[in-house]
């Protein structure tokens, strides 16, 4: 198991896009956290298997109405969560 941190930019705030990640991440088996930030990106922290993570990531694109213009994924220390969620609004994300 090993967890990434995703930022996405482009068309990706209001556009159902948060609850698209979600949907795909829950059909995967991939938890973590999914939020918008003030500067108009997507910030995610996904927790799967390897192979899993690169097809989540692959299939993000798939979103309709959402146009991504970049993708920025890193690897980052291994977070457990219990399940996928959409976190609203200023909630702290790094917990």
């Known amino acids: 198991m090993k967890t990434v941190e995703i930022f996405i930019m482009g068309r990706v705030q209001k556009v159902g896009f948060r609850a698209c990640i979600r949907k795909i991440a829950s059909d ?6 999914v939020v918008n930030l003030p ?6 922290f996904a927790t799967g298997e390897p ?10 694109y798939g979103c309709p109405r ?17 399940e996928f969620s959409i976190i609203k609004g200023e909630e702290n994300i790094s917990t």
């Open 51 to 60: 192979i899993i993570l690169e097809k989540f990531i692959s299939m993000i």
């Open 28 to 33: 995967m088996n991939v938890a973590g956290t």
């Open 39 to 44: 500067d108009g990106r997507v910030h995610v």
């Open 66 to 82: 959402a146009v991504i213009r970049d993708i920025q994924v890193h690897e980052i220390f291994y977070k457990p969560f219990s």
